[in-house]
């Protein structure tokens, strides 16, 4: 069981920056892949990054290429993504999601979710 919780979220300017955080309970961390998705109002949830359980395999969606980052400390049990260069389109909520092996893009593939952080990026 992993229990999942987003911090960092907020009301920000087009073009700052934002660094999310994605804590997990657990002593097996370090075993799941962990994927952020975002679902902005009105929208279907979509993938944003997703990274393997040591950290050296990500994907990024194309829309956020060069501007956000994913990453992971397996001894904090957290994975985090730097977002920079927001735009207003990235407004939405944030949430981590984890599953065992590597990363997925579908969203049904993870396991378990965390409740999400709000992002909005104004103009």
């Known amino acids: ?38 679902q902005a109002p009105g929208n279907e949830r979509e993938f944003v990054a997703g990274i393997n359980w040591s950290g050296d395999n990500t994907y990024k969606t194309d829309s956020v290429k060069g501007r956000f980052t ?13 977002m920079n260069s927001l735009k207003p389109e990235d407004t939405a909520v944030y949430s981590c999601a984890a599953r065992r092996g590597t990363w997925s893009v579908r969203e049904d593939d993870y396991n378990y979710w965390g409740q999400g952080t709000q992002v909005t990026v104004s103009s």
């Open 70 to 82: 994913i990453s992971r400390d397996n001894a904090k049990n957290t994975v985090y993504l730097q």
């Open 1 to 38: 069981q992993v229990q999942l919780v987003e911090s960092g979220g907020g009301l920000v300017q087009a073009g700052d920056s934002l660094r999310l955080s994605c804590a997990a309970s657990g002593r097996t961390f370090s075993l799941y892949a962990m994927g952020w998705f975002r």
